[in-house]
T-cell receptor, first 119, second 112 residues
Framework: DADVTQTPRNRITKTGKRIMLECSQT?????MYWYRQDPGLGLRLIYY???????NKGEISDGYSVSRQAQAKFSLSLESAIPNQTALYFC??????????????????FGEGSRLTVL | GQNIDQPTEMTATEGAIVQINCTYQ??????LFWYQQHAGEAPTFLSY????GLEEKGRFSSFLSRSKGYSYLLLKELQMKDSASYLC?????????????FGTGTRLTVIP
């Protein structure tokens, strides 16, 4: 079983609909992230959370909201979906931010991705 | 903002060596990562550099020069399964956070 699980894996919806993407993890990490990936643009950070009571905007948070329901769960919502939100969405987790010790990289662990199409 | 550049596409022959370069201009640099991503799949961690020099891990090595804002990923003895996108990501310390910013990725095609 995957350590970071996203649902749904694929979703087609219409403009104006509300959509929620869910992410759960069994890695025991405090830090969770939502990224979107578009061809030619790479991965861009939408929101991140360092613990249950901490929510922060990333590079491209407009049109999105998030909820950290528990340490293991972080959901992303599109209140009113629009076509330019068509993308591949990834949830990720990490442990400590990392530092000078190579062994403590603070790398991101990604879920399998949720492909969202807004018509 | 962060500026991370890497070539869009590369092609190399099975069994050969390929070097994928990444240059960056950031403030608050706190480490550089390389990830591998097969089409339609999640990125997976390959390597991490925070100090200057070369880190070797089997067929994969990664180099960092902080003064030049430059890194490369070296793949040796290429295999067909190495065909994938390779993402360069820089960790930046700003306002107490340590977040990763990604380049657009280099799509590597390995040919027989």
């Amino acid at each position: 079983d995957a350590d970071v699980t996203q649902t749904p894996r694929n979703r087609i919806t219409k403009t104006g609909k509300r959509i929620m993407l869910e992410c759960s993890q069994t890695k025991g990490h405090d830090r969770m992230y939502w990224y979107r990936q578009d061809p030619g643009l790479g991965l861009r950070l939408i929101y991140y959370s360092f613990d249950v009571k901490d929510i922060n905007k990333g590079e491209i948070s407009d049109g999105y909201s998030v909820s950290r329901q528990a340490q293991a769960k972080f959901s992303l919502s599109l209140e009113s979906a629009i076509p330019n939100q068509t993308a591949l969405y990834f949830c990720a987790t990490s442990d400590l931010a990392g530092g000078k010790a190579v062994a403590n990289t603070g790398e991101l662990f990604f879920g399998e991705g949720s492909r969202l199409t807004v018509l | 903002g962060q500026n991370i550049d890497q070539p869009t596409e590369m092609t190399a022959t099975e069994g050969a060596i390929v070097q994928i370069n990444c240059t960056y201009q950031t403030s608050g640099f706190n480490g550089l990562f390389w990830y591998q991503q097969h089409a339609g799949e999640a990125p997976t961690f390959l390597s991490y550099n925070v100090l200057d020099g070369l880190e070797e891990k089997g067929r994969f090595s990664s180099f960092l020069s902080r003064s030049k804002g430059y890194s490369y990923l070296l793949l040796k003895e290429l295999q067909m399964k190495d065909s994938a996108s390779y993402l360069c990501a820089v960790r930046v310390t700003t306002t107490g956070a340590n977040n990763l910013f990604f380049g657009t990725g280099t799509r590597l095609t390995v040919i027989p």
